[in-house]
């Protein structure tokens, strides 16, 4: 009888010093025996693993099967988790990669060096359909009757729109008041999802969703579901189709939650282990400047995953410092304003997977980044444009050479936060002010503001002149 995933997949404590293992049918946010994260795992041995990536290519044949035609599930070899007959998929990673040649000039690469994967092309408008798909389905094999999250915005947008499209579960989210997108709390409203406001920020609504997780039994969609990390795999595989199997030589991610660069990390770990690639590309995960625990962890307190022994204490100390000093996080790029990473352990591990840099961006440098990108591509949200800030400071450091083949991931659409675009382009300066220079925006170089004339043919058509 052929393995089933039930037999072949299991989840693992990332700590090497533990290591226990648990079934896939068993619903865990955190190893029950260390507190420690869980990864998914796989007896690769027993299991039909493609002898090249170049396999995938037949599944555009058959795109009448929604199951390969699904961005995520036609790679679902490499997160064999589930039986084919229980994975939900409402078409997601229809995402594309853009060179963007107006953009590489901006950072300073040569011509046709510099790619742009547009994850906003998903269903709710960001990267989390990847792994919404992959925890929704793991909420179907479990019977989950409720799954919550806590969100910046887009978690929820696309948990609720999973709930939505399916009805297989009812969906609670929980937000920061006042921290959210616009374009974002529409989405969790109009998706019909239960929506609770905390007083508070991201990272208190985070530990609040895991109280009430445990409290009444409610499947759980933030990151440290270690199913919803290996649909977000996918995104990497999709870059590498994109460029016939070629790996980059960097990929560059806004880094909130850090869930992304943790599954990516993951995801070059294995396919190097089932020799499907011979080559990792290196990793760049850029914090915003106000939410930059990453940075200051690694740039400046050195610490390593160091082989599964990543510095504890010094860890524990840094957020003691933050508890005592009430330090919040604080950017425009709300949907990375965090500052308690709660995959900062996996990271660590994509990190040095990945021979990996941090780096932190202003918000000045975001937005300017933004208006680049949406001048010279498809346009996306304040936290994506970090990627291209972080990718232009590491090409002015040398570290990225003019050559080098970079990948920036634009996580969300450029819908979910217009207030911040309008407010950039303004020729209105009271508004600038108000909305961007209270966050310490000094200026708009790219700025694209509209021309106000009045309702005259005349002063139109000299309008048009000028
Ligand atoms: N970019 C966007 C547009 C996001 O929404 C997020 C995270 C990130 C980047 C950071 O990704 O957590 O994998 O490092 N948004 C979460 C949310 C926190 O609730 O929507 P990460």
Redesign the pocket.
Known sequence: MPATALDTAFQKCLNSACGATFGVDEVLTACPQCGDLLDLNYDWDRLPVPRSLRDFEAKWSNRRDPLDYSGVWRFRQLFPFAEDRQIVTIGEGQTILQQSDSVAGYVGMDTGRLHLQYEGLNPSG???DNGMTAASTHARMVNARTAA??????????LAIYASTTRLFRVVVFIGSGKIAFG?LSQALDYDARTIQIEGD?DDALARVQEVARERGIYLC??VNPFRLEG?KSIMFRVLEALAWEPPDWIV??????????AFGKAFAELKQLGLITRIPRLAVINAAGANTLHQLVNGHGVRWNGGTPDTARIDAFFDKMDADNHRASTLAS??E?NR?V?LRKCLRALEVCDGVVREVSDQEILDAKAQVGAGGFGC?P??AASVAGAKKLRAEGVIAPSDRVVCIL??HQL?DPDATVAYHSADREMFDKKLGSRGVKSAAYANSPVVVPNQLEAILAALEA
């Open positions: 960001s990267f989390k999250c806590a969100s910046t915005g887009n978690t929820s947008a696309s974002k991201f933030n990151s977000q991610v806004p880094g909130g939650n850090l869930g992304n660069s943790s949907a990375i965090i990473p995959n949200e936290a994506s996580t969300g979910k």
